[in-house]
């Protein structure tokens, strides 16, 4: 099983970015990946996902436009810009099994997941 491990969260005011990075036990490549968040009280939620070829990619529409997501050999990433703080969030980076080529912003099927990192939006 893939093992991911995120980083790069943090306190942030609005408007600023971050990007959090997740580095994985093996090759991309071979997975659809993806990142969800979770807020006190809430469900886990899907930001964004990529397929596994790469061609893909999917956005929660509160985040279009500011999120991006994006990999590379073995760590995957998501730049966010314009940070509100309704972002704030436990953001946990996702592979799915290497049978599925597709990703879906729903946390069924995910094969692996980070421990999560928390990020801050507050003035």
């Known amino acids: 099983q893939l093992q991911l491990v995120e980083s790069g969260g943090g306190l942030v005011q609005p408007g600023e970015s971050l990007r959090l990075s997740c580095a994985a036990s093996?090759?991309?490549?071979?997975?659809?990946i993806g990142w969800f968040r979770q807020a006190p009280g809430k469900e886990r939620e899907g930001v964004s996902c990529i397929n596994r070829s790469g061609g893909s990619t999917n956005y929660a529409d509160s985040v279009k436009g500011r999120f991006t997501i994006s990999r590379a050999k073995n760590t995957m990433y998501l730049q966010m810009n314009s940070l509100k703080p309704e972002d704030t969030a436990v953001y946990y980076c996702?592979?799915?099994?290497?049978?599925?080529?597709?990703?879906?912003?729903?946390?069924?099927?995910?094969?692996?997941w980070g421990q999560g990192t928390q990020v801050t939006v507050s003035s």
């Open positions: 996702a592979a799915w099994s290497p049978v599925f080529k597709d990703c879906a912003l729903s946390p069924r099927l995910v094969g692996s």
């Open positions: 093996g090759f991309l490549d071979y997975y659809a």
